[in-house]
């Protein structure tokens, strides 16, 4: 299995950036499809972007593309999600995952592994 751990949370006025990172253990990062979530109080867990294991496909939410983009550096076992032109609706809980799958998977069920989630909160 792997273990993932998220860094770089944290307060942030709203059109300002933050680049979220995700270290992984055990198992090269490389087996896996990785991807971001969120999770604002009250509310479901929801999709933010997607990479697949190669790093060369990408998926993201409607609500995110073009502001956020997700890479991989599977030589340092990381994952990081670049935010840029942060809303207040971006604020949230934010977890890194990763599947035994290939593809850039949108789909929260289709995760095996969740990092501990950092907190993003964008002020007006």
């Known amino acids: 299995q792997v273990q993932l751990v998220e860094s770089g949370g944290g307060l942030v006025q709203a059109g300002g950036s933050l680049r979220l990172s995700c270290a992984a253990s055990?198992?090269?990062?490389?087996?896996?499809?990785m991807g971001w979530f969120r999770q604002a109080p009250g509310k479901e867990r929801e999709f933010v972007a997607a990479?697949?294991?190669?790093?060369?496909?990408?998926s993201y939410a409607d609500s995110v593309k073009g502001r956020f983009t997700i890479s991989r550096d599977n030589a340092k076992s990381a994952v990081y999600l670049q935010m840029s032109n942060l809303k207040p609706d971006d604020t949230a809980v934010y977890y890194c995952?990763?599947?035994?799958?290939?593809?850039?998977?949108?789909?929260?069920?289709?995760?095996?592994?969740w990092g501990q989630g950092t907190q993003v909160t964008v002020s007006s």
């Open positions: 990479i697949s294991r190669s790093g060369v496909t990408t």
């Open positions: 995952a990763a599947s035994r799958l290939v593809a850039a998977i949108t789909n929260v069920d289709r995760y095996d592994f």
């Open positions: 055990g198992r090269t990062v490389s087996s896996y499809a």
